[in-house]
RNA sequence: GAGCCGGUAGCUCAGCCGGUAGAGCAGCGGCCUUUUAAGCCGUUGGUCCUGGGUUCGACCCCCAGCCGGCUCACCA
């Protein structure tokens, strides 16, 4: 053992300490980045079943060897023999025993930290107390950590500081495996949704995040530039425009997967880089939707869950279908039995009233026509309510830019939100294939935000023309992946999810 | 953007009424041939978030700022 450094106590030390460890090996002729070591077992598939190993004295000469490598997480050194704890990619531990009589592999024990990646070779057996152990006839060190792993490694205290859980995740995942177990799931929500679609003949699509126009949603962009072109380009805010140019196209079903970014506040419900998928169906209606998006997430969380009775933060939700359906009007009566919400001049007085009162002075002075009017109120006293599985159907027109006018009711569209937890998840639509209708829709769009709106389309006049050639009738929808992630897994932010979310920069 | 709470050793935290900073864990050295968050002996380690101010004296009180969490607002 190499004699106690001065400074082997503060951070620095360690790693100065770690650093020497490792040129120690080198000078000796080893290698503590060696890569020579070929494991025959995952820790996970290693047998442990103390019912079916010998004991130590017992183990016969034929016992099947395993090699297996994880990260050292615990050591503890008793005189002539030590137990060490290795942990695998599934979390699963190892416990190798190592003693004297295997010298080599006894040496190599001088050479291994907390936190170093160990490679072991030898027959399992059944310690005196009665739990499973390699008896290690072979241990070598695989990497050398120069910087030790803080807090919590087997027994030590968690590292609560969330920020640094999600700025530096690698030690996040090492100290904490049932966050990787999130990340599983998600991994295998993703992948169920995928083939739920896949099954019903859609086509998945990858289409363009760089925009020359800014459309599809109602958002802030990011823009960046391109330097042959010349040109600023936005980052894409939705993939709805594309995917209904492809609709045009002639393919009938679509959906993409993917990246979006939006320019704007970030907290528990919002990263500035999300994941949604879109899907669009020709000659199907939003009321085929409905019936698809029970189907979908029933699916989901009996395959992630295992069942679709999941509990959110305490909260029982059931994602069996039926999912009851409820139009904004009568969500809004049942809330608030004073709002007159049939009469459109005393709703928008009502709610003008309302505003002026809780001082959003600033939003009373603009003109507020029905729609907003009752949007307001639904999300104000509603939304936060609709615990279990919700769809609102009949939007008003004036919130519904991109959706398709009712036929028998034009003061609505044909259009529904998925409400689970307090929150929305899905926002689906008949969509709006009059391109004149559109024409002027971006043409208000535009307006506003001469206006001052900083979240509005641009006019897409390439998207214009392709509806000019004819979208069929179509219905579509999006789900916000990273939500529907925080259900299934239970988390109570949207960066408990996302491996790598935003923050502000280090100090 | 507003309000509340927080920032002290690598990690988790304590620190009274203002008197120049502590524990457990980990680290380092030593002992131990079956440990189980092992134990025992010894030991290193601090920009008390930053910058001002009050004071004989500030981790503590005041002001400003930075960072984080929560709530609200905003935002599909």
């Known amino acids: 053992m190499s004699k106690a450094p001065e400074e082997s106590s503060d951070l620095d030390g360690q790693i100065a300490f770690r650093t020497r460890k490792a040129e120690e090996i080198r000078e000796r002729g080893g290698n503590p980045y060696a890569n020579d070591f070929r494991v025959t077992h995952a820790i996970a598939d290693v047998p442990r079943d103390v019912a079916n190993l010998p004991n130590e004295p017992e183990i016969a000469t034929d016992a099947p060897h395993y090699s297996v490598a994880g990260r050292l997480l615990q050591c503890n050194e008793k005189g002539k023999v030590a137990f060490l704890f290795l942990r695998g990619d599934r979390g699963e531990m190892i416990q190798l025993f190592v003693k004297i009589d295997y010298p080599a592999a006894f040496a190599t024990l001088k050479d291994l930290q907390l936190g170093d990646i160990v490679g072991a070779r030898g027959p399992m057996f059944k310690t005196r107390i009665g739990k499973a152990a390699m008896r290690t006839e072979e241990l070598r060190l695989l990497t050398k950590a120069i910087r030790p792993l803080p807090g919590k490694l087997l027994g030590g205290q968690d590292v609560k500081d969330v920020e640094s859980r999600y700025r530096q995740r690698y030690v996040d995942l090492i100290s904490h495996p049932e966050v990787a177990d999130v990340f599983r799931k998600r991994a295998r929500l993703v992948s169920e949704t995928r083939r739920f679609f896949d099954e019903r003949g859609y086509v998945e699509v990858e289409t363009r995040m760089l925009l020359q126009t800014n459309g599809g949603a109602a958002a802030r962009p990011f823009t960046t530039h391109h330097n042959a072109l010349d ?120 709610v003008t009233e309302k505003l002026h009162e809780t001082l959003h002075a600033d939003h009373a002075g603009t003109a507020m026509d029905y729609g907003h009017a009752l949007t307001h ?131």
């Open 377 to 507: 109120l639904f999300e104000a006293h509603v939304e936060s309510t609709l615990i279990q599985p919700t769809f609102i159907i009949e939007y008003p027109i004036e919130v519904s830019p991109l959706s398709r006018r009712n036929d028998r009711d034009p003061r609505f569209a044909d259009r529904f939100e998925l409400f689970i937890v307090g929150r929305e998840f899905a926002n689906a639509f008949s969509e709006l294939n009059d391109p004149v209708d559109q024409r002027a829709r971006f043409r208000s769009q535009v307006e506003a935000k001469a206006g001052g709106a900083d979240e509005t389309m641009d006019h897409d006049e390439d998207f214009c023309r392709a509806l000019e050639h004819g979208m069929p009738p179509t219905a579509g929808e999006g789900i916000g992946i990273d939500r529907l992630a925080m259900l299934l897994t239970d988390q109570p932010s949207i960066r408990d999810v996302i491996l790598f979310p935003q923050l502000r920069p280090e100090v």
């Open 231 to 350: 040109m600023d380009l936005f980052l894409r805010i939705a993939t709805e425009l594309d995917l209904k140019r492809l609709i045009v196209g002639g393919i009938d079903r679509v959906y993409e997967i993917g990246r979006i970014f939006r320019n704007e506040g970030m907290d528990r419900f919002h990263n500035p880089e999300f994941t949604s998928i879109e899907f669009y169906q020709a000659y199907a209606t939003y009321e085929d939707l409905m019936v698809l998006t029970e189907q979908l997430f029933e699916r989901l969380a009996t395959v992630v869950c295992g069942s679709s009775e999941v509990v959110y933060q305490g909260q029982p939700v059931s994602l069996s279908a039926p999912f009851r359906r409820v139009t904004m009007r009568d969500a809004v009566r049942a809330a608030l039995p004073d709002a007159p919400v049939d009469d459109p001049a005393g709703l928008c007085r009502h």
